[in-house]
Structure formats: structure tokens, C-alpha cells
């Protein structure tokens, strides 16, 4: 009876937002293929942005159903930059995540003052 159905084999994907989909190597999208998330608007430029020969292998999403308008204009880029700039951060992160920073000393690591691997 199993015979009769088609057998899916699973394929990975790389799963990355904008940012990350133009520093990605021609050679890894064409091996694994790329689903990405895109900020709502920005599909059309992002697309224009491939070239032919990538494009059949990047699938671009908008992330309007991941991600809650009063959150669209968060991102982690922003985030680093200002921890790195030393501003707050309470904006646009949860209260205990903002806390978790300042305890584990995230703005100095990001600067370059404290090590990763310091506890």
C-alpha cells in the first residue's frame, strides 16, 4: 500500500533574512537553495537585486505574517548598533531580554571590551 504514494526526501534549505541573503555565497544557495524572510516592501528590491542565475534558487517570503507591525521597524542590526552605540534598547526588546543584556555585558562584547568566551 506505502508503495503506491511518492516518497518525499527532505532537502535543507538555508532560512535567512535580507541581511544575511546577500552576503550568502553563490555557491551555497545553488547547493541548498535559500528560503528568505523579507521586511514587507522590500520583496520586489531584493528580487531585483539576485541575478538570474541565483534567483531560481532563493525563495523570498514576506514576513508580514511572522511579524507584527508595531514590530517592523525592529531588527537585530538596530539593535547591535545601539547597543554598540551605547543607547537603549528597552524600545524594542522585551524587559527581561534588555536586562539579560546589561547582566551578561552584551554592549561590551559587541564593542570589542570584554571576550565572548568571558563569563
Known sequence: ?????????????????????????????????CICCSRPGFTKELESALSARISKHVHIVDDDELLTTALDSVSSTKIRKRLIA??????????????YMVEAQIAARLQGHKCWQDT
Open 86 to 99: 551605547r543607547k537603549s534598547v528597552a524600545a524594542y526588546v522585551a524587559e527581561p531580554v534588555a536586562a
Open 1 to 33: 500500500m506505502i508503495s503506491k504514494y511518492k516518497r518525499n526526501t527532505p532537502h535543507v534549505m538555508y532560512l535567512c533574512g535580507a541581511d544575511r541573503l546577500v552576503t550568502c555565497g553563490p555557491g551555497t544557495l545553488r547547493q541548498f537553495g
